[in-house]
């Protein structure tokens, strides 16, 4: 069964600091790993898309890895702000032919950023 | 225009009463998705639609019905809704089905 679980459920930091969440999986074929970003009571929000080949994929302060191998990924955000409080949750798509499958979610870390 | 919009944002509905829900995108997607959201879950799928035609049911209850009219619009209508389907509804397109989906603000809904 095509499983994502992600660590951990939920984190509290303080502004100005470091945090790297984590994402396991074991869907199987694979074709993409994507994390998204969502507030509370939003829809989620697109934040990195990376295929098997990836390793890293950077969009601002958020740095996404792949380690396709040992099937984990991490999201690393830097210099934490405020509004970086939100739900993050990892998303794998198994290969583009195999359409009786969609996306596999896990089930998010919330983050909370303090003052 | 790059955005998934969804209307309303807010509903309250009777189980008695029928409501639709409504998502636009003028991207050019191919594929457009409902998801059900509770609150500290993650979305679950829904429906899936690919070229106008509905290509993933999953085992939904008859009282959500959905209906893609044209490549941009897509509509879930209730009816005779439980409270326990009270929760966030999402929206979602991609260019075709498994590509990056881009989602909605959601529609949250609440049955008494």
């Known amino acids: 069964k095509n499983q994502v679980e992600q660590s951990p459920q939920s984190l509290i930091i303080l502004e100005g600091k470091n945090c790297t969440l984590q994402c396991n999986y074991t869907v199987s074929p694979f074709s993409n790993l994507r994390w998204y970003k969502q507030d509370t009571g939003r829809g989620p929000v697109s934040l990195t898309i990376m295929t098997f080949s990836e390793n890293t994929k950077s969009n601002g302060r958020y740095t996404a890895t792949l380690d396709a191998d040992t099937k984990q990924s991490s999201l690393h955000i830097t210099a934490s702000q405020l509004s970086d409080s939100a739900s993050y949750i990892c998303v794998v798509s198994p290969t583009l032919n195999n359409a009786g499958n969609m996306l596999t979610f896990g089930g998010g870390t919330r983050l909370m950023v303090k003052p | 225009d790059t955005e998934v919009t969804q209307t309303p944002k807010h509903l309250v509905m009777g189980m008695t009463n029928k409501k639709s829900l409504k998502c636009e995108q003028h991207m050019g997607h191919r594929a457009m998705y409902w998801y059900k959201q509770k609150a500290k879950k993650p979305p679950e799928l829904m429906f899936v639609?690919?070229?106008?035609?509905?290509?993933i049911n999953e085992s939904v209850p008859s009282r959500f019905s959905p209906e893609c009219p044209n490549s941009s619009l897509l509509n879930l209508h209730l009816h005779a809704l439980q409270p326990e389907d009270s929760a966030l509804y999402l929206c979602?397109?991609?260019?075709?089905?498994?590509?990056?989906?881009?989602f909605g603000p959601g529609t949250r809904l609440l049955v008494l």
């Open positions: 979602a397109s991609s260019p075709r089905v498994t590509e990056t989906q881009y």
């Open positions: 639609y690919s070229y106008e035609k509905l290509s």
